[in-house]
C-alpha cells in the first residue's frame, strides 16, 4: 500500500513564502506522478500543481508564476515553493500520488482529482492579509 505523507504548511502574511514537501513509499513499481492540490471551507477540492516523474509539470492558472513543484526522485519527495502568498491561496494542501506507470499527463492529472488514488492527510496553509 502507497503511504503519503506531507510536511510543511503554516500561517505567514500575504505577500510571503512557504515550502510544502510529500513523500511517497510502498510502491513495488518504481517512480510516481505527485500532485498537490486544495481545499478550502465550502469549496471543491482544486488542483494547483502536478509533476510526472519525468519532470513534466502543469500548475493552475491561479499559481503560475509564484508556485514552483519540483522532486527528488531519488527519495520519492516532491516539494511545493509558494511565493507572493495571497489570502485566497488560504486552504488544506493535499499531496496526492499515482505510480508512474498509471499516471495522467500532467495537466489532466491536475483536473482530474479522482484519479488519484493515494492522498495524504492534508496540512494547513493560512495567509493573512
Known amino acids: 500500500q502507497v503511504q503519503v505523507v506531507e510536511s510543511g504548511g503554516g500561517s505567514v502574511q500575504a505577500g510571503g513564502s512557504l515550502r510544502l514537501a510529500c513523500s511517497a513509499s510502498?510502491?513495488?513499481?518504481?517512480?510516481?506522478?505527485m500532485g498537490w492540490f486544495r481545499q478550502d471551507a465550502g469549496k471543491e477540492r482544486e488542483g494547483v500543481a502536478v509533476i510526472s516523474s519525468d519532470g513534466m509539470t502543469a500548475y493552475a492558472d491561479s499559481v503560475k508564476g509564484r508556485f514552483k513543484i519540483s522532486q527528488d526522485n531519488a527519495k520519492n519527495t516532491v516539494f511545493l515553493q509558494m511565493n507572493m502568498l495571497k489570502p485566497e491561496d488560504t486552504a488544506i494542501y493535499y499531496c496526492?500520488?499515482?505510480?508512474?506507470?498509471?499516471?495522467?499527463?500532467?495537466?489532466?492529472?491536475?483536473?482530474?482529482?479522482?484519479?488519484?488514488?493515494?492522498w495524504g492527510q492534508g496540512t494547513q496553509v493560512t495567509v493573512s492579509s
Open positions: 510502498g510502491s513495488a513499481y518504481d517512480g510516481y506522478c
Open positions: 496526492a500520488a499515482e505510480v508512474a506507470r498509471a499516471c495522467l499527463p500532467p495537466e489532466t492529472g491536475l483536473l482530474y482529482r479522482h484519479h488519484w488514488p493515494y
